[in-house]
């Protein structure tokens, strides 16, 4: 079955930097363009970067622009999300996601809470 | 950006009873190719999301056939038929016709 496990979250200092990883299970990952998507806590949901299934391609939400780079390592079926100058307002749980608009595949990560404060 | 608006944003709803939440993009969600491209999560209750719908009306598998979605260019909006306890949630629309993919504010769903 399909798997996705989110890790690298906890407590960081604001300007800090992160590494989120997700690692994937159960599907042909090498062919999936891969999600980030984030929840701050008791909010709704914000997506945040997509990446193309060969890495080639890749798109941010405004507000991580600049500042968060997602990746991916088809030989280890892994995706990544680096988070660098963090902020308090990126507080959140943040998921990976697999989801595909014109076919029906959509599977999602447990989450990984990311938490920014002094 | 294309912003999502949805309403209502709380909805109490009775078991049994039909329930229908609205969705309105700030632009049009027709593609060049001729695909609307949007679509629908549930969110129960500490669970990460999962998708409903995608492409207004198209069911993902294993998604109950009391789940519905209509609409075009803007306007869109999804229905239970009959409210079940395991409907429980929040429900968001999401725009993925252009980048950023948007989002909706939620509706909460919640049994009277």
């Known amino acids: 079955q399909v798997q996705l496990v989110e890790s690298g979250g906890g407590v960081i200092q604001p300007g800090g930097s992160l590494r989120l990883s997700c690692a994937a299970s159960?599907?042909?990952?090498?062919?999936?363009?891969m999600h980030w998507v984030r929840q701050p806590p008791g909010k709704g949901l914000e997506w945040v970067a997509f990446i193309q299934y060969d890495g080639n391609d890749k798109y941010y939400a405004g507000s991580v622009k600049g500042r968060f780079t997602i990746s991916r390592d088809n030989s280890k079926n892994t995706l990544y999300l680096q988070m660098n100058s963090l902020r308090a307002e990126d507080t959140a749980v943040y998921y990976c996601?697999?989801?595909?608009?014109?076919?029906?595949?959509?599977?999602w990560g447990q989450g990984m809470l990311v938490t920014v404060s002094s | 950006d294309v912003v999502m608006t949805q309403s209502p944003l709380s909805l109490p709803v009775t078991l049994g009873q039909p329930a229908s939440i609205s969705c309105r993009s700030s632009?049009?969600?027709?593609?060049?190719?001729?695909?609307?491209?949007l679509n629908w999560f549930q969110q129960r209750p500490g669970q990460s999301p999962r998708r409903l719908i995608s492409?207004?009306?198209n069911r993902d598998s294993g998604v109950p056939d009391r789940f519905s979605g209509s609409g075009s260019g803007t306007d869109f909006t999804l229905k239970i038929s009959r409210v079940e306890a395991e409907d429980v949630g929040v429900y968001y629309c999401m725009q993925g016709k252009q980048w950023p993919w948007t989002f909706g504010q939620g509706t909460k769903v919640e049994i009277k």
């Open positions: 492409k207004v009306s």
């Open positions: 632009q049009s969600l027709v593609h060049s190719d001729g695909n609307t491209y």
């Open positions: 996601a697999g989801i595909a608009v014109s076919v029906d595949f959509d599977y």
């Open positions: 159960g599907f042909t990952f090498s062919s999936c363009g």
